[in-house]
């Protein structure tokens, strides 16, 4: 797992965004460098219960998937 805070308000991930990235952005050709994790789910903060995905994020790390992902891509890759 890697959990993250907010660099800005309202920047957790919420309802929605399950699955999607956790990257590193080249800022020089301005895309995405490296893919670290997929969004798995959010935390809420016990100190404002009325408000929701307000706690940090939480994804799940994708190294540690990385040969079984290109394994996939490469079924469906020669299947076309």
Known sequence: MI???PVVEG???CDYDIGGP???IDCNKKRPKCLYGVAS??????SRPTEKCNGGSVFTRVFPYV???ERIINLF???S
């Open 67 to 69: 040969d079984w992902m």
């Open 11 to 13: 920047g957790n991930i």
């Open 77 to 79: 890759e020669n299947e």
């Open 3 to 5: 959990c993250t805070e």
């Open 41 to 46: 789910y959010y935390l809420k903060d016990p």
């Open 22 to 24: 956790l990257f590193e």
